[in-house]
């Protein structure tokens, strides 16, 4: 009986430095200032957070369709999962247009809802946390599962953000959806996914097998359909 009593103040505790942990989260990101577009790809946020103590690692690699079809940017990513509700993310961007250089970048994110019944799952968070005196990147991100007639089972992203996800004194909007195949030609599960913001939109192919391995490809559309890029990555989850 006491054990028990002792787990149920855990928890009540926990839930309170959950919520003071959010606010010092959103206090601390409004004294910062917002900076003009950067490189990147169509990438909205997702709710999803990764669960307590998995990681995952990849690489991104884009090519733009030009005269020559040419190679324009890596990406090296790290994600990180803390007890159930935070996701942390690290990525070091190189884009050789741009003199080689290099970018190290952090990004945080934090579940507040869990997807039960008819509401849907429910996260913040914010990207390039590593250049915090010149940029604002927050987000709102939503995520919920609909049973559609015909189609079946699909996921739809949405939410809101600031900087590359709208403009600099505006809030703009993102969204997409994934739908989850599992061919029998093919081991593992393969997902369709579709993504836009205001820099464009992008669809790829997702294929995820039994050993934690993923491999994308896929095009995007940017800056009204004037540049086209195309993208493969690799990635590990564990």
């Known amino acids: 009986m006491e054990s028990r009593l002792k787990i149920d103040r855990f928890k009540d505790k926990l839930l309170f430095w959950k919520i003071r942990f959010v606010w010092c989260f959103l206090l601390c990101f409004q004294a910062m200032s ?30 733009e369709q030009d005269n020559k079809f040419s190679y324009q940017e890596t990406i ?16 070091r961007q190189k884009a050789p247009r741009i003199g080689d250089e290099s970018t190290l970048l952090v990004h945080l994110k934090l579940r507040l809802l869990k997807e039960q019944d008819l509401s849907p799952q429910l996260s913040i968070g914010a990207k ?38 709208g403009t600099e004194d505006r809030i703009g909007f993102f ?23 205001r820099r464009g939109m992008s669809g790829s192919l997702l294929h995820t097998a039994d050993t934690g391995l993923q491999t994308t490809v896929g095009t995007e559309l940017l800056n009204n359909g004037d540049q086209i890029r195309f993208f493969c990555q690799n990635s590990f989850h564990q």
């Open 34 to 63: 917002v900076l003009a577009d950067q490189p990147g790809q169509v990438e909205i946020p997702v709710a999803n957070v990764i669960g307590h103590g998995i990681f995952e690692v990849g690489t991104d690699f884009f090519f």
């Open 76 to 91: 090296l990513d790290l994600d990180f999962g803390l007890f159930n509700w935070i996701e942390i993310g690290i990525n």
């Open 128 to 165: 390039d946390l590593s250049n915090i005196k010149n940029h604002r990147l927050m987000f709102l991100s939503f995520n919920k599962k609909l049973n559609l007639p015909k189609i079946h089972i699909v996921g739809v992203n949405f939410g809101i953000g600031h900087d590359r996800y």
């Open 175 to 197: 969204g997409g959806f994934e739908k989850e195949f599992s061919p029998k030609i093919a081991k593992g599960d393969l997902s369709f996914i579709l993504q836009f913001d």
